[in-house]
């Protein structure tokens, strides 16, 4: 299992006339925290669309709690409980300040190759920084 | 059942670096579909606002089957297919101009007391106005 | 000198928490204005990028005078004064369902070689869709 | 003078299908440089709707010198020039990594009475903050 921390902070942008962040913001926050998680890893998600591998979403699933207010510094667990071959799952918990989840949610993604549009594995570099979470 | 379609034109700025519309904005299309669905039945969303009613999202799904691109004119199917008490659950298949499906979705939404933040019942003119739809 | 009217209808995803539009959500709402402009003289502007022209904006200027509420239908009329070279500008006023003027904007783009990135001139389509305007 | 530098990541969110930071998404980018510039002075723009007053933008403008790609860490140098009366006035120079100007520009805000919508006067702390950057 990969598991990172994310801090993102609440822009006046995300917020709508509710007074919460829009329902749709979420899922560029969660792309944030997966962006961050690969880069804590050592990966960099530039690297990849590099190599000609784009990693669209397949499927996004989110439960909302608790709504999130503006200038809120939230917290995203992502985490990846399977060790990714061609389709690679994100996890999430969201919390707010006072730590409390706000919301939970789920994306699969599918690492595909840019000129033939097929999907792929994973870049070896990428199966190498991964593969010492995934040993038991 | 209720049921409507919405056109929806894709936006440059909805696009991302992959050349297709960002996985993100389909609930902002979303959002658009229910508000047309509600309106072409003779209920502006706006009024429920003003009665002190908020209808925040619970829960959404999406899966991406295909990816849609700049200025293609998309089609959203929106369907209620359940009387409406405190939740409110929207179901759509989006559609390129070649009308292949290009994903579905689904969002429960939850009718809300602004004052109270508890859930509560839909408006009455909503309901007599979807009423038609759902009686055997 | 080229002016054409386009409406768009004020998402909720576009409200923020001071109950009015973000400010920084009408330069979208001035690309689909140029768009739909370019469109009703008969160039779509997705021919542009596939002849490889690209159009970057150089330059933009906004005066606010009211804000814009969730659910209005702006009225932006967007006016092309000088016939285009290498730049191209539009002026766009907006107007409110009350046909009050809400604001008043410029945006001065480039025509550029999507290969060499250097300025070029108009597509010769394009150029012989928008000469009967500006010929006295 | 009151200066201040912020750090923003582009998000694959904000690119289009140019390759770049799409041009409306440094309006959001210049709102968090302002937010930010107001935090490290020891305000937090929260306090200020919490004490009534909104803070609408007037004016805005910007001159683009280079586009901003995709996980580029931008630096936006935000600067207030004169004590803010009824307006604030914003001025911003924007960096990439390589240290490359890619953009200036500048945002006129009123401060506004919730209530009232009329001009009103800064709240009385942060003109207290702000004084001793303006004090000869």
């Known amino acids: 299992m990969y ?13 709508d006339q509710m007074g919460f962040v829009y329902y749709g913001h979420y899922f560029t926050y969660f792309e944030v925290a997966r962006v961050e998680s690969l880069r804590a890893m050592g990966y960099a998600y530039k690297e990849l ?55 939970t949610a789920e994306t699969v993604l599918v690492f595909m190759n840019k000129k033939t549009g097929k999907p792929t594995r994973p870049p070896q570099r990428m199966i190498e ?8």
């Open 49 to 103: 669309e590099a190599e000609g591998i784009m990693l669209p979403v397949l499927e996004q699933h989110i439960k909302y709690h608790l709504p999130a207010t503006y200038d809120e510094l939230l917290t995203i667990k992502a985490c990846i409980k399977q060790m990714p071959s061609v389709r690679m799952v994100f996890e999430y918990e969201c919390f707010n300040e006072k730590e409390e989840l706000i919301n």
């Open 129 to 136: 920084l991964l593969e010492p979470f995934f040993t038991t």
């Open 3 to 15: 598991q990172f921390e994310t801090k993102i902070r609440v822009r006046y942008a995300e917020t």
